[in-house]
């Protein structure tokens, strides 16, 4: 029999999925998902609100290329101002749109300023062959998902042993880093090896920031 909650229930206005608060999520464990933000279409879920905020391209209201967290009556994507003002997006940092990871940081900001401590040569720079790395991973299009690789605790101690020259900078070298590697398709390390036989070592290096970068993209909806 169907209660008069569940006929009320307030559900995500992006994917339609139930919501509940934070105080409901927090203290009773409730199953639905979080409401993240409220906006003038309604809630919005945790994850459709993340998706919103990784949306860049030609706004279908104004023309204009820039952060699209919002939908347009079509559907389509469109900028902050053009659907009503969701916010303002603008990195403290960098001046870029995009959401805060940090109170004053987007999270390309923190990826970036946490993998140069990584990159540290000893001297307070990026050691200069790995700079086309390190540039390749800080442009990755979703930089949160560069972070949570950053936190991988086999990862850093592999970076700081390729900053610090204690691995060899060469293709036998690059190939000892099993651990790093294993985190990648077989097929990828297969292209990066073909790759390391035909080309130096550094123009390898921003081809396995790509081959990351593809890695942590999230999987295309299934079409119903």
Not at 52 to 76: F, H, K, Q, W
Request: aromatic share 4%; charged share 20%; net charge positive.
């Amino acid at each position: 029999m169907t209660s008069p909650h569940d006929l009320a229930e307030p559900v995500c206005a992006r994917c339609r999925r139930p919501v509940c608060t934070d105080t409901a999520k927090i203290r009773r464990n409730d199953p639905r998902v979080r409401v993240r933000m409220r906006w003038p279409e309604g809630p919005v879920c945790v994850r459709c609100y993340t998706r919103a905020l990784d949306t860049y391209g030609i706004c279908a209201g104004c023309g204009v290329e820039r952060l699209l967290p919002g939908l347009g009556s079509c559907g389509t994507p469109v900028c902050t101002d053009c659907a009503g003002g969701l916010g303002q997006f603008r990195c403290p940092t960098c001046g870029r749109e995009a959401a805060l990871y940090t109170r004053m940081a987007c999270a390309q900001c923190v990826l970036a300023a946490r993998l140069a401590v990584v990159l540290d040569a000893g001297d307070g720079t990026v050691r200069p062959e790995l700079v086309p790395f390190y540039k390749a991973v800080c442009a990755m299009p979703r930089p949160r998902r560069g972070l949570v690789w950053l936190a991988k605790p086999h990862v850093p101690p592999i970076l700081r042993a390729l900053a610090l020259d204690e691995v060899p900078l060469t293709h036998d070298g690059l190939d000892t880093l099993r651990p790093w590697r294993s985190g990648l398709p077989a097929r990828t390390t297969r292209q990066l090896r073909r790759a390391a036989r035909s080309r130096p070592v550094p123009a390898v290096l921003p081809a396995l920031a790509a081959a990351l970068a593809r890695l942590h993209r999230p999987a295309a909806p299934a079409v119903a």
